[in-house]
Protein backbone atom coordinates (compact mmCIF):
# COMPACT_ATOMS: atom_id res chain seq x y z
CA UNK A 1 0.00 0.00 0.00
CA UNK A 2 1.52 3.09 -0.95
CA UNK A 3 1.04 6.22 1.33
CA UNK A 4 -1.50 9.22 0.77
CA UNK A 5 0.93 11.67 0.18
CA UNK A 6 2.91 10.08 -2.96
CA UNK A 7 -0.54 8.28 -3.94
CA UNK A 8 -2.17 11.62 -4.45
CA UNK A 9 0.52 13.23 -6.65
CA UNK A 10 0.63 10.58 -8.84
CA UNK A 11 -2.99 10.03 -8.92
CA UNK A 12 -3.94 13.66 -9.97
CA UNK A 13 -0.70 13.39 -12.55
CA UNK A 14 -2.17 10.26 -14.08
CA UNK A 15 -5.59 12.32 -15.06
CA UNK A 16 -3.21 15.35 -16.11
CA UNK A 17 -4.68 17.35 -13.46
CA UNK A 18 -1.60 18.57 -11.71
CA UNK A 19 -1.89 22.05 -13.85
CA UNK A 20 -4.89 22.66 -13.42
CA UNK A 21 -4.57 22.23 -9.53
CA UNK A 22 -1.63 24.41 -9.77
CA UNK A 23 -3.38 27.08 -11.53
CA UNK A 24 -6.64 26.39 -9.01
CA UNK A 25 -3.88 26.96 -5.86
CA UNK A 26 -3.04 30.20 -7.30
CA UNK A 27 -5.97 31.83 -8.05
CA UNK A 28 -7.54 30.70 -3.89
CA UNK A 29 -3.95 32.02 -2.70
CA UNK A 30 -4.04 35.50 -4.90
CA UNK A 31 -5.46 37.83 -2.40
CA UNK A 32 -2.11 36.74 0.41
CA UNK A 33 0.34 36.69 -2.48
CA UNK A 34 -0.56 40.63 -3.74
CA UNK A 35 -2.01 42.09 -0.50
CA UNK A 36 -5.35 43.13 -0.27
CA UNK A 37 -4.92 46.21 -1.84
CA UNK A 38 -4.49 44.73 -5.01
CA UNK A 39 -7.05 42.13 -4.27
CA UNK A 40 -9.46 44.77 -4.24
CA UNK A 41 -8.64 45.86 -7.82
CA UNK A 42 -7.68 43.14 -9.53
CA UNK A 43 -8.84 39.31 -9.65
CA UNK A 44 -6.89 36.48 -11.47
CA UNK A 45 -8.96 34.42 -13.93
CA UNK A 46 -6.96 31.76 -15.63
CA UNK A 47 -3.45 30.31 -16.97
CA UNK A 48 -3.48 29.68 -20.32
CA UNK A 49 -0.12 28.55 -22.08
CA UNK A 50 1.87 29.53 -18.94
CA UNK A 51 0.33 33.34 -18.88
CA UNK A 52 -1.85 34.41 -15.98
CA UNK A 53 -4.79 36.25 -16.86
CA UNK A 54 -5.68 39.05 -14.54
CA UNK A 55 -8.97 41.50 -15.14
CA UNK A 56 -8.11 44.87 -13.38
CA UNK A 57 -10.79 47.06 -12.02
CA UNK A 58 -9.72 50.29 -14.21
CA UNK A 59 -6.81 51.09 -16.34
CA UNK A 60 -5.17 52.84 -13.81
CA UNK A 61 -4.59 49.73 -12.20
CA UNK A 62 -3.51 48.20 -15.81
CA UNK A 63 -0.88 50.33 -15.89
CA UNK A 64 0.41 50.01 -12.27
CA UNK A 65 0.28 46.35 -12.45
CA UNK A 66 1.98 46.02 -15.80
CA UNK A 67 5.02 48.37 -14.30
CA UNK A 68 4.71 45.75 -11.11
CA UNK A 69 4.79 42.65 -13.41
CA UNK A 70 8.51 41.67 -12.36
CA UNK A 71 7.80 41.72 -9.03
CA UNK A 72 4.72 39.98 -9.31
CA UNK A 73 5.92 37.03 -11.04
CA UNK A 74 8.78 37.15 -8.25
CA UNK A 75 5.95 36.59 -5.64
CA UNK A 76 3.90 34.07 -7.59
CA UNK A 77 6.99 31.75 -7.93
CA UNK A 78 7.17 30.50 -4.94
CA UNK A 79 3.48 29.71 -4.88
CA UNK A 80 3.23 27.78 -7.89
CA UNK A 81 6.62 27.46 -9.51
CA UNK A 82 8.09 29.38 -12.46
CA UNK A 83 6.92 26.59 -14.89
CA UNK A 84 3.48 27.34 -14.02
CA UNK A 85 3.43 30.84 -14.59
CA UNK A 86 5.92 32.64 -16.72
CA UNK A 87 4.04 36.14 -17.63
CA UNK A 88 1.04 37.99 -16.44
CA UNK A 89 -1.32 39.79 -18.64
CA UNK A 90 -4.05 42.63 -17.36
CA UNK A 91 -7.27 42.97 -19.24
CA UNK A 92 -9.83 45.48 -17.98
CA UNK A 93 -13.31 44.18 -16.63
CA UNK A 94 -15.32 43.96 -13.25
CA UNK A 95 -13.51 42.62 -9.89
CA UNK A 96 -16.01 41.01 -7.36
CA UNK A 97 -14.44 41.68 -4.11
CA UNK A 98 -11.82 39.23 -2.94
CA UNK A 99 -13.18 36.64 -0.32
CA UNK A 100 -11.90 37.44 3.28
CA UNK A 101 -10.49 33.80 3.24
CA UNK A 102 -8.79 33.38 0.25
CA UNK A 103 -11.05 30.54 -0.35
CA UNK A 104 -13.05 29.53 -3.68
CA UNK A 105 -16.85 30.69 -3.52
CA UNK A 106 -18.49 27.14 -2.55
CA UNK A 107 -20.24 24.58 -4.86
CA UNK A 108 -23.67 25.20 -6.02
CA UNK A 109 -24.30 21.17 -6.30
CA UNK A 110 -26.27 19.19 -4.54
CA UNK A 111 -25.06 18.08 -0.61
CA UNK A 112 -23.53 15.12 -1.16
CA UNK A 113 -24.27 12.23 1.40
CA UNK A 114 -22.38 11.28 4.43
CA UNK A 115 -20.88 8.57 3.20
CA UNK A 116 -19.30 10.43 0.36
CA UNK A 117 -18.54 13.49 2.57
CA UNK A 118 -16.66 11.17 4.86
CA UNK A 119 -14.82 10.05 2.18
CA UNK A 120 -13.66 12.91 0.77
CA UNK A 121 -12.30 13.98 4.27
CA UNK A 122 -10.62 10.23 4.69
CA UNK A 123 -8.86 10.76 1.44
CA UNK A 124 -7.40 14.55 2.23
CA UNK A 125 -6.76 14.18 5.54
CA UNK A 126 -3.15 13.12 5.71
CA UNK A 127 -2.04 15.41 3.19
CA UNK A 128 0.60 18.27 4.86
CA UNK A 129 -0.38 21.27 3.23
CA UNK A 130 -3.28 23.17 4.04
CA UNK A 131 -4.20 24.53 0.65
CA UNK A 132 -3.71 21.54 -1.04
CA UNK A 133 -5.65 19.31 1.31
CA UNK A 134 -8.65 22.15 0.80
CA UNK A 135 -8.24 22.40 -2.96
CA UNK A 136 -8.32 18.79 -3.52
CA UNK A 137 -11.48 18.30 -1.28
CA UNK A 138 -13.14 20.99 -3.41
CA UNK A 139 -12.24 18.96 -6.34
CA UNK A 140 -13.36 15.69 -4.48
CA UNK A 141 -16.77 17.36 -3.88
CA UNK A 142 -17.61 18.85 -7.01
CA UNK A 143 -16.53 15.38 -8.67
CA UNK A 144 -18.54 12.90 -6.74
CA UNK A 145 -21.81 15.90 -7.23
CA UNK A 146 -21.09 15.92 -10.71
CA UNK A 147 -23.76 12.80 -12.58
CA UNK A 148 -21.58 10.21 -14.25
CA UNK A 149 -22.44 8.26 -16.98
CA UNK A 150 -25.09 4.84 -16.85
CA UNK A 151 -27.09 6.26 -13.81
Known sequence: MRPTETLIPS?????????????????A??????GPQIAAHAAPQEVRGKTLWVVVDSSTWLH??????PLLLAKLGPHVGKAVVRDVRFVI????????????PPLSAAP???????AVDQAVSALPDADLRESLARLLRRAAAKP???R
Do not use: M, N, Y
Not at 29 to 34: K, L, N, Q, T
Not at 64 to 69: I, S
Not at 112 to 118: F, K, N, Q, R, S
Open 11 to 27: LFASFGLTAKLDEHRLI
Open 29 to 34: AWPRIV
Open 64 to 69: QLTLLK
Open 93 to 104: GEVSAPADTGAA
Open 112 to 118: LTPEDEA
Open 148 to 150: RRG
